[in-house]
């Protein structure tokens, strides 16, 4: 069974940057596209940027391009996600599994909180 363990949140910020990492146990990991995703308080989760299995396509939500990259190391089972110029309305549970339609079991996510 396939199990993501996310982590790099913390409290930032305004302007400020972090870098999310998400482990994946999974044996064939090069074989799958990854996913981010975040859920805010009282909404429902949402994509945030996917990439393909060897990272050539990368797509991301309008509200976090030219902001957040999304990358992956297969030799590592690791997909990341750079985070630029964060606004306190990125403030949420970060997750990753595989892209809309194929998820799995959800990790626990790691807490982004963009405050002053």
């Known amino acids: 069974q396939v199990q993501f363990v996310e982590s790099g949140g913390g409290l930032v910020q305004p302007g400020g940057s972090l870098r999310l990492s998400c482990a994946a146990s999974?044996?064939?990991?090069?074989?799958?596209?990854m996913a981010w995703y975040r859920q805010a308080p009282g909404k429902e989760r949402e994509l945030v940027a996917s990439?393909?299995?060897?990272?050539?396509?990368?797509r991301y939500t309008d509200s976090v391009k030219g902001r957040f990259t999304i990358s992956r190391d297969n030799d590592r089972n690791t997909v990341y996600l750079e985070m630029n110029s964060l606004k306190p309305e990125d403030s949420a549970v970060y997750y990753c599994?595989?892209?809309?339609?194929?998820?799995?079991?959800w990790g626990q996510g790691t807490q982004v909180t963009v405050s002053s």
């Open positions: 999974a044996e064939f990991f090069s074989t799958y596209a």
């Open positions: 990439i393909s299995s060897f990272g050539r396509t990368r």
């Open positions: 599994n595989l892209p809309p339609g194929q998820s799995l079991t």
